[in-house]
C-alpha cells in the first residue's frame, strides 16, 4: 500500500526525470539548429580533492574518455583518471636508440672509411674515444623526441578547444578545476553522464558544445 509521501516522492522524481528528457530533447534541437555538437558534460569545482574524489569515482564507473583541467600540477591526478603515458616514453627511448646507433656510425664511418688516418700506429677503430659523442647524441636526441613527441600527441599547437566554452573555464588557469566526461566515450549518454555528475559535488554541472 503506498502512502501519501511515497507517492509524492514517486511524482517529484518522475516529474524531475521528465523535466530532463525535455531538456535534452529541447537542447539537442538548438544543437542542430545551430551546427554544434555535443563535446562532452563538464563539472566544475574549487578544491583540488574535490576533483581527485570525483575523478575515481568517474573512472571506477567505467568512463575512460575523461579529461581533467587544474591551474597547477596535481599530484596523483592521472592515478585517479586512470591514465597510463606508454607514448612519450617510447618515443623518447626509439630516440635515444637512434642517436646512440647515429653517433657510433657516424664516427666509425668516418675514421675507417671516409678519412682514416695512421696515428703512431694506434688502431683506425679506436671506439673509446667514441662514447664521449655517443652519449652526447643519446641524450639529445631522446630529449628532443620527448619534446617534440609531446607536442604531437597533446596536439599542440591548439589555439581552440571545445572546452574554452564552457562557464567560468576562463578560471582554469587561477582557481577553479575541471573534470569532463567526453561524448566519444562508449558509456556516454547524455542523461546518465549529467545525472551521474550532478552526484559528485560539482558546483556547477554544464553541457560543452564544438561549434563546426
Excluded at 537542447?27 to 576533483?51: K, S
Excluded at 581527485?52 to 573512472?59: E, T
Excluded at 603515458?85 to 666509425?108: N, Q, W
Aim: aromatic fraction near 12%.
Amino acid at each position: 500500500m503506498l502512502t501519501s509521501t511515497n507517492v509524492t516522492d514517486q511524482v517529484a522524481t518522475a516529474d524531475g526525470a521528465m523535466r530532463r528528457s525535455a531538456e535534452v530533447a529541447q537542447a539537442t534541437a538548438l544543437d542542430t539548429t545551430l551546427n554544434q555538437t555535443l563535446y562532452g558534460v563538464i563539472a566544475e569545482y574549487d578544491d583540488a580533492e574535490a576533483l581527485l574524489a570525483a575523478a575515481r569515482k568517474v573512472r571506477d564507473a567505467g568512463y575512460k574518455k575523461i579529461d581533467a583541467y587544474s591551474p597547477f600540477p596535481l599530484e596523483g591526478l592521472s592515478e585517479a583518471m586512470g591514465f597510463r603515458d606508454h607514448l612519450v616514453p617510447a618515443t623518447m627511448l626509439i630516440g635515444g636508440i637512434v642517436g646512440c646507433l647515429g653517433g657510433f656510425g657516424f664516427l666509425s664511418w668516418a675514421t675507417i672509411v671516409s678519412y682514416p688516418i695512421n696515428i703512431g700506429g694506434r688502431p683506425i677503430f679506436g671506439w673509446p674515444s667514441f662514447i664521449p659523442i655517443t652519449f652526447e647524441l643519446t641524450v639529445l636526441f631522446s630529449a628532443l623526441s620527448g619534446i617534440f613527441g609531446m607536442i604531437l600527441y597533446n596536439g599542440l599547437p591548439l589555439p581552440y578547444h571545445p572546452v574554452f566554452n564552457a562557464p567560468n573555464f576562463e578560471m582554469a588557469s587561477s582557481s577553479r578545476f575541471f573534470l569532463c566526461i567526453e561524448s566519444k566515450d562508449p558509456k556516454f549518454n547524455r542523461e546518465e553522464v549529467l545525472d551521474f555528475m550532478d552526484t559528485l559535488g560539482a558546483l556547477r554541472v554544464s553541457e560543452v558544445m564544438e561549434e563546426h
